[in-house]
């Protein structure tokens, strides 16, 4: 996805062309990596937030074609959009659901996560007439969902009666990243006396997964059935073992050149006049702004990519646009386009960098690009 080999943009009817560009093809072998560093397990591919803004979609359809066991979702409404792609394959509703919301997961054949006690005797008496797949999470040490050690005695009885349609346990790592494996070892012990605890009551889930895409990489998976990796998925992990395992970042962010003027010494750019013009310039405007995901204060600190150089982005970001200076002899005409987000992380403008650049986690940037954005696909 080198900005030198980038067709032109088409415009779109509503006359904005901005394009997220999605290998589809470095997604299937990212998944074929992660699997191979985890034994060959099988995977729940997590494809929320739109598939870390990749889009669910169209990224769920190539992770099935690829060999995945199933997908992971935050919500129902996720669940939903996936079956309402065409989506076969299991789809697991990660963070739960009310019982009032068994029929429709039922009718879709969604599996969903138990994340607590609280609807337990609910799911027991709906399940009957509105069967669903279980997966009953343990608060091993995140802190968030699932029950903890101390409920799960109490609740022994109650997960007897829905061990019939108990697919899985799961748990999930908070500190996988983390140099010092401490922590997560400790979650290990957790789990795994949980899993004893079960066991000695009779309950026997086929499949056990607390690993997520740190966890693959960094071989703590124990006696897990089954990984569950996201970012990783998308070339996106910090950790070097990603870099080892040759995992590729799989989008870039393009946007076309909307207008082009030439400046002279002492024009100001943007909201706030934060940035002036110290000589003459080209100052292009690009048709992205924070509305579309691109984070405001990346204005006066980005680049973005364009033949093979780059370029500052100066001013304030706006909601629709932004403003990139050139020197006056790089010839640049409206509709050319510019790289925001290089898929290289060897590039100053890669998510991966600007995202140190901003002191957050590569995934923040690309969960928030808007579904306004057009995606292309291609392998």
Known sequence: MNEEHLEPLKRHP????????????????????????????EVWAVVKANAYGHGAVHVGRALA????????????????????????????????LRPEALPAASAEGLSIAVVGPEHLRDYARALSSHPVRLHLKLDTGMGRFGLLPSELSECLED????????DGVMGHFATADDPDQGFALRQRRVFDACLSQLSDAG????????????ACLRNLLDRDTHIRPGLALFGLTTVPEGRVLGLEPALALVAEVARVKTVPAGTTVGYGRTFVAPQPMQIA????????????????????????RTFPVVGRVSMDYLTVALPGEVPVTPGDPMTLFSADPSEPHSVERLAQALNTIPYELTCALHRRITRRYFS
């Open 285 to 308: 405007t690009l048709a992205c702004g924070y509305a579309d995901g691109y984070r405001r204060d990346l204005g006066n600190r980005a680049v973005v990519g364009f033949k093979g």
């Open 14 to 41: 509503e006359g904005r062309a901005l394009r997220a560009e999605v290998d589809l093809g470095r997604i299937g072998r990212n998944l074929g990596r992660i699997r191979a560093a985890a034994g060959g397990r």
């Open 203 to 214: 309950i026997h889930p086929p499949q056990r997964h607390h690993g997520n895409s740190d």
């Open 65 to 96: 074609a690829a060999g995945t066991h199933g997908l992971a979702v935050s919500n129902l409404e996720e669940g939903l959009e996936l079956r309402q792609g065409g989506i076969e394959c299991p789809i697991l509703v990660l963070g739960g």
């Open 159 to 166: 997960l007897r009666q829905l061990s019939p349609w108990t």
